[in-house]
């Protein structure tokens, strides 16, 4: 006898077996246990899924010689027939091949005539969606009211193509891509039942190789064995499908975390020896990664019975989850733009040295993977900590001491200087802003020359016992600028010729920096010093780059160095944005009363029975 490949040989003779298509087996099986049987069924999904098989068994279940079932005999003429494909009264059609619209008036021209032996006629039109529109109008009348003898079954892999009037007078069913598992299981039952030797790693390779079809991996099986000569092993499925040992990806994993070009470009070297498809390596590149980013978010997620199951959690924890994510997504990438590459190899290389040369340099995250509360905000200074947090009690007492000391040889004219506390409100400030620097400004008393504009000495705040209150919650870091006593408050006459909001007008300010420094409110001027204040919920844009584009903006109108600070705190009514704000609103206000006083409009609304809309009005645009 001929050999049978396994793809048929093992194909479904009734619904129990069946793999992955559990949802459609129960609505079929109830239905045809209850003969609540529709006239056309339409079966959609990607190739080698099930879906002939699936209609091949409802044409036994309809014409088995025991009656209309669940569960067709196989052993009946009926059965046979319609397993081997000669039934005259299931009429199979491959819709690629018969597309004009003659063929399909052809094969319906006999549609009214009874079937010759068994219960009902069948039409199984394969690859549904290859129909001509004409065919299609021709089939439509038919396929909605059909004779009592007659069954619809379609299948297509693109139901997208199909138009509306076909889906609307079928029942739909969805066949599902296998899970690699599943073709796993029924992989190991039908080596099994074959007596071919295999290991668990050639089923994995195979079943992903397969990429969710069940004829595929049969396929691929088949061609594995002969392959093989009678055998699976995970080397020879390896060399036939193209891929990439597990374990080269591991050993490339371990030179990249251990951030060794030489050792990382040693190891594609030796996978280059192999002949691989590049795309390959990288696609399992991304996959052991991605496995890696389950167990450092959910430890135990990784199925334990893995060969490379210890491998897995080394690794997970010898990277943090900022590594994992960015290299599997610029293996991704990686895999995307190959074809741009002088050659693969060279993308491969690429993709490699640019995983050890863009490694995260600030670990957001732990080696764990557990992600901190919340992300800290953006500090409001230039950061130049001195100690580390734990060393920060001491040296503040250190300070306060020096402090002391400095005092008492401070001259005469500078023991007028006094200390002002500008903080933010507990309420304000988040748990992750109390990460935010405690700045210290010191400048210099009235009469001393000015200097260039410098950054400000920093320290990092202690999250101790000391900032903490009763409840264990933290208080938001306090931040202290020393000014002289001849400093002007600054509602009067300041350096900037007015009032700071409308001086900021005439600043020439654009982009996100005229954004952020509309928000400050100038809280102390004293010399060429200007001392804002910002609000900690408009910080998150600040950065030292707009300090300094603020401080050179003022230079230019004031023809004159000054010294910009910036510290966190609560904010009134005096920062631009707010001035701007409250003159759109008065200049709304006075349009809407406008409209109301508009004696053409309000005889308009009174004639046509109109309102008019509050939020549809707009003040005159004006040059601000």
């Given amino acids: 006898m001929a050999y049978q490949v396994l793809a048929r040989k093992w194909r479904p003779s009734n619904f129990s077996e069946m793999v992955g298509q559990e949802h459609v087996v129960k609505a079929l099986t109830t239905a045809l246990a209850s003969e609540r049987l529709h006239h056309a069924y339409l079966f959609t999904g990607t190739r080698g899924v099930g879906k002939t098989t699936v209609a091949r068994l409802i044409a036994k279940s309809l014409n088995c010689d025991t009656g209309v079932t669940a569960e067709p005999c196989g052993q009946c003429a009926s059965c046979i027939e319609i397993a081997e494909g000669r039934s005259v009264d299931v009429l199979e059609v491959d819709a690629a091949s018969r597309t004009k619209v003659e063929d399909t008036r052809d094969l319906l021209d006999n549609v009214q005539y009874a079937p010759t032996r068994s219960r009902f006629k069948i039409y199984l039109i394969d690859e549904v969606h290859m129909l001509s529109n004409h065919s299609f109008n021709a089939l439509l009348k038919t396929l909605e009211e059909p004779p009592g003898h007659v069954k619809f079954l379609l299948a297509t892999t693109d139901p997208q193509k199909l138009p509306a009037t076909v889906l609307s007078r079928c029942l739909q069913f969805n066949l599902k891509n296998m899970v690699p598992q599943q073709i796993i299981d029924h992989l190991r039952h039908v080596l099994a039942e074959e007596s071919v030797s295999f290991d668990d790693e050639s089923l994995a390779l195979l079943a992903r190789g397969a990429e969710g079809s069940m004829r595929d991996a049969l396929s691929l099986t088949d061609q594995a064995i002969a392959h093989g000569s009678g055998k699976l092993a995970a080397d020879e499925v390896r060399q036939m499908l193209g891929t990439v040992s597990r374990t080269k990806v591991f050993d490339l994993l371990d030179a990249i975390v251990a951030n060794d070009p030489k050792l990382a470009l040693g190891v594609v070297e030796d996978i280059a020896s192999h002949s691989p498809d590049y795309a390959g390596t990288l696609d399992v590149l991304a996959s052991v990664l991605h496995q890696i980013s389950l167990a450092q978010a959910v430890p135990g997620s990784v199925d334990s019975t893995l060969p490379e199951h210890e491998r897995l959690a080394s690794l997970a924890q010898s990277m943090t989850a900022d590594d994992a994510h960015l290299w599997w997504q610029m293996a991704v990438a990686a895999k995307r733009e190959l074809y741009l590459a002088s050659d693969p190899r060279a993308g491969l290389d690429m993709a490699v040295l640019r995983m050890i040369a863009f490694r995260p340099a600030v670990v957001l995250t732990d080696a764990s993977g557990v992600p901190p509360a919340k992300k800290p905000e953006p500090p409001v200074m230039p950061v130049e900590p001195a100690t580390t947090p734990t060393q920060q009690p001491s040296i503040s007492s250190d300070r306060r001491n020096n402090?002391?000391?400095?005092?008492?040889?401070?001259?005469?004219?500078?023991?007028?200087?006094?200390?002002?506390?500008?903080?933010?409100?507990?309420?304000?400030?988040?748990?992750?802003?109390?990460?935010?620097?405690?700045?210290?400004?010191?400048?210099?008393?009235?009469?001393?020359?000015?200097?260039?504009?410098?950054r400000a000495a920093t320290s990092v705040a202690p999250l101790g016992s000391n900032n903490g209150v009763a409840n264990g919650s933290q208080v938001p870091p306090v931040t202290v600028i020393e000014v002289p006593q001849g400093a002007k408050p600054p509602d009067e006459d300041l350096p900037t010729h007015g009032s700071w909001p409308d001086f900021f007008e005439g600043l020439g300010l654009k982009g996100v920096i005229h954004t952020v420094a509309s928000h400050f409110e100038l809280s102390v001027a004293f010399d060429r010093t200007l001392c804002f204040t910002l609000s900690p919920a408009n910080a998150t844009l600040f950065n030292e780059r707009h300090q300094r584009g603020l401080a050179s903006a003022i230079e230019h109108v004031l023809e004159e160095p000054v010294t910009v600070q910036v510290v966190l705190g609560e904010t009134s009514d005096k920062t631009p944005a707010y001035q701007r704000e409250l003159l759109e609103q008065q200049r709304l206000s006075a349009a809407r009363q406008a409209l109301e006083s508009d004696d053409c409009l309000n005889a308009l609304l009174t004639d046509f029975d109109a309102i008019v809309l509050p939020e549809s009005v707009r003040p005159p645009l004006v040059e601000l």
């Fill in 403 to 454: 402090d002391a000391r400095s005092t008492d040889q401070m001259a005469p004219e500078q023991e007028g200087l006094v200390s002002k506390r500008v903080s933010a409100p507990a309420s304000e400030v988040s748990a992750a802003e109390n990460l935010a620097p405690a700045v210290e400004v010191a400048d210099k008393p009235s009469h001393a020359p000015l200097e260039a504009p410098t």
